[in-house]
């Protein structure tokens, strides 16, 4: 009986607290709405100056406003580096990968796999880092820097799938260009060391140029990330 009465008070009570609570407002109901043609919430569907039938505004996407401004600062100079960086850097790869092959012992795969390891942590490291930094300090306004690698993150941020749209060299252009410093001096070393110097540092040439092959193709790895069909 005593469990019967608490009950019937308990419900009474949410029915008086329901009827009691004001109905929302179309703008209320509008703020909290989503969508179905807009499920991703791309587009603010509540605008102040006409809470009910306002337009669309794309809070972020390909028609945002500032994406579209942040994309059309690519230019054929940017393009130019960024092919040149690709062919100078993969043309360092190949010999630096020669190079290690014809190095290599049996006896090193344990070395290989180390440094393998090591070379993924520190090129996510990296990334995350230049990410970061990117991100938080710098303008696009900047001279040089600015429009050249500020950009792309800017851009990453307000429209997340414009690196879909983008073809290999746009995408890869400028992860290729940061190892090539460390390509370049691993490829005088191979050409201008003794065999018994080359050996006795083979470990962490290993490890350099595996970290340069992550940090090479992070971004390549990031555009997968963020596509969901017609992935390799």
Request: net charge neutral; charged share 15%; hydrophobic share 45%.
């Amino acid at each position: 009986f005593l469990n019967g009465f608490y009950f019937d008070r308990l419900d009474f009570k949410w029915q008086w607290r329901a009827i009691i609570t004001p109905v929302k407002t179309e703008k209320q109901i509008l703020e909290n709405s989503m969508p179905e043609d807009d499920p991703n919430s791309n587009s603010d569907t509540y605008q102040p100056s006409d809470a009910v039938d306002g337009q669309l505004k794309p809070r972020w996407g390909p028609h945002h406003a500032g994406a579209r401004e942040l994309a059309g600062l690519y230019t054929r100079g940017k393009r130019t580096q960024e092919t040149v960086c690709i062919a100078v850097c993969l043309t360092l790869m190949g010999y630096n990968l020669f190079q290690l092959t014809m190095y290599f012992q049996a006896s090193r795969w344990s070395t290989i796999i180390a440094a393998a390891l090591c070379g993924v942590v520190t090129a996510d490291f990296l990334s995350g880092l230049a990410h970061w930094a990117a991100d938080t300090w710098g303008s696009v306004e900047l001279p040089v820097i600015g429009k050249a690698f500020i950009r792309p993150f800017r851009e990453h941020h307000i429209d997340p799938t414009s690196i879909t749209r983008h073809d290999f060299i746009e995408t890869n252009g400028d992860n290729f260009m940061v190892p090539i410093p460390v390509l370049a001096s691993m490829a005088w070393g191979f050409a201008s060391k003794p065999p018994q110097a080359i050996l006795a540092t083979y470990h962490w040439n290993c490890f350099l140029f595996l970290l340069a092959l992550f940090v090479a193709f992070t971004n390549q790895i990031h555009k997968w990330s963020h596509t969901y069909f017609g992935l390799p």
